[in-house]
């Protein structure tokens, strides 16, 4: 088959090359489409075989092809960024039922009760200590999460009910953005702890 031409044209040893002497074809024809080679097996053995490296679909001619650079658009996509709510904000989300008390009331327990405090920059319930009654109330209310009853305890850090806090949870308490010394905890409501 040497020098043999296909209809259209086609020569096909010219589009044949071998893998020892490819070549490449640096025209600037927009005709030529390159090919995907073909792998066969030979005795047991893969072996790369090379297919022609380019076809020609149409007529030969050359074609100068100027790209315009592409403008960005001009309108600027607008983000609304809402913040997250305060501390205050994110904790009382998270009640339910919430019955504010006219006056504060003192509750007895029998013994001692966990004080829980809700960090609003991590989504976490915090045990800061074990507190004995009398405990100051200034409301109850549910928990969304638990449907838990819980009583209101506002705490003044360091003070109140003879609970320290650790310098590391009066900054965690800092960096939630409470920045005065009173903040609202809160003390699960059982049936042991009534009105004294």
């Not at 002497?21 to 030529?32: E, K, R, V």
């Not at 996509?77 to 904000?89: D, E, I, K, Q, Y």
């Not at 915090?126 to 009853?149: N, Q, Y």
């Not at 609970?163 to 699960?188: H, K, N």
């Amino acid at each position: 088959m040497a020098g043999c031409t296909q209809p259209g044209g086609l020569n096909l040893q010219s589009l044949t090359q071998t893998a020892a002497n490819p070549t490449i074809n640096n025209g600037s024809n927009p005709n030529i489409q390159p090919t995907v080679p073909s792998q066969t097996t030979v005795a047991g053995q893969p072996t790369q075989i090379q297919v022609p490296t380019a076809v020609e679909t149409g007529p030969t001619s050359q074609v100068n092809s100027t790209s315009e650079p592409i403008e960005p658009s001009s309108a600027v996509p607008t983000v609304v960024l809402t913040p997250p709510p305060s501390g205050n904000a994110a904790w009382e989300a998270q009640k339910v039922d919430v019955q504010q008390f006219a006056e504060p009331i003192a509750y007895a327990a029998p013994g001692t009760v966990m004080l829980w405090w809700y960090d609003p920059t991590s989504g976490q319930f915090v045990g800061l200590g074990w507190v004995r009654s009398p405990l100051i109330a200034s409301g109850e209310f549910r928990l969304r999460w638990s449907a838990l009853a819980a009583l209101a305890i506002p705490y003044t850090i360091n003070v109140d009910y003879g609970l320290s806090l650790e310098p590391s949870m009066i900054q965690r308490i800092r960096r939630a953005g409470y920045s005065g010394d009173v903040i609202e905890t809160f003390v699960y409501l059982a049936p042991d702890i009534t009105p004294q």
